[in-house]
């Protein structure tokens, strides 16, 4: 049998571990050096949030407003992790970023729109016919913004491609809501 204090201190060690990993967050593995190397600098981690299923729907049900015309509803997410990284001076600008230098093979280019704001990038991992894996990417000379998202997100995709035909990359931007400013 463990005693009391101990098992309080493996609660707490436990605890603090899960949490730092979940504000550590930097993005899948790779996609920052990837674009560090493509921009030619170090970039500077500004946040870092990871969800898994439960605290994605923990965080849901107290956000709620699950509205039906809401690109995203937390009804529709498994799975969220965003990290924002600030550029520092020396940046290649305006961004220009090789998906296929990302998540090589893992996941399909869907949306690369480039213009005077930066860059984004929407990079799926198609499943059965259906989007349930989307990685995020906006650059910009001020900040980088990765955005990995699970679950059920063929309405996110489809309003993202048609925000990024009509406004460019800040439409793209504000369609994706974990990545408007």
């Given at each position: 049998?463990?005693?009391?204090?101990?098992?309080?201190?493996?609660?707490?060690?436990?605890?603090?571990?899960?949490?730092?990993?979940?504000?550590?967050?930097?993005?899948?593995?790779?996609?920052?050096?990837?674009?560090e190397e493509?921009?030619?600098?170090?970039?500077?981690?500004?946040?870092?949030?990871?969800?898994?299923?439960?605290?994605?729907?923990?965080?849901?049900?107290?956000?709620?407003?699950?509205?039906?015309?809401?690109?995203?509803?937390?009804?529709?997410?498994?799975?969220?992790?965003?990290a924002v990284?600030?550029?520092?001076?020396?940046?290649?600008?305006?961004?220009?970023?090789?998906?296929?230098?990302?998540?090589?093979?893992?996941?399909?280019?869907?949306?690369?729109?480039?213009?005077?704001?930066?860059?984004?990038?929407?990079?799926?991992?198609?499943?059965?016919?259906?989007?349930?894996?989307?990685?995020?990417?906006?650059?910009?000379?001020?900040?980088?913004?990765?955005?990995?998202?699970?679950?059920?997100?063929?309405?996110?995709?489809?309003?993202?491609?048609?925000?990024?035909?009509?406004?460019?990359?800040?439409?793209?931007?504000?369609?994706?809501?974990?990545?408007?400013?």
């Amino acid at each position: 049998m463990i005693p009391a204090r101990g098992l309080r201190v493996a609660f707490l060690s436990a605890s603090l571990a899960v949490t730092s990993a979940c504000v550590t967050y930097r993005g899948p593995r790779g996609i920052e050096s990837a674009i560090e190397e493509q921009m030619g600098v170090d970039l500077e981690r500004d946040f870092g949030l990871k969800l898994g299923w439960t605290t994605t729907k923990l965080a849901g049900s107290f956000v709620g407003g699950d509205d039906a015309d809401d690109a995203l509803a937390f009804k529709d997410l498994t799975g969220l992790g965003v990290a924002v990284f600030r550029v520092p001076k020396g940046a290649s600008s305006p961004a220009h970023i090789d998906p296929a230098r990302l998540l090589a093979g893992h996941f399909e280019t869907v949306l690369n729109v480039r213009d005077s704001d930066g860059q984004v990038l929407l990079l799926a991992k198609p499943q059965r016919g259906t989007i349930k894996e989307l990685v995020f990417v906006s650059c910009d000379e001020e900040e980088v913004v990765i955005a990995r998202l699970r679950g059920d997100l063929d309405r996110l995709l489809e309003q993202a491609l048609q925000a990024a035909d009509e406004g460019g990359v800040a439409g793209a931007r504000r369609a994706v809501p974990v990545a408007a400013r």
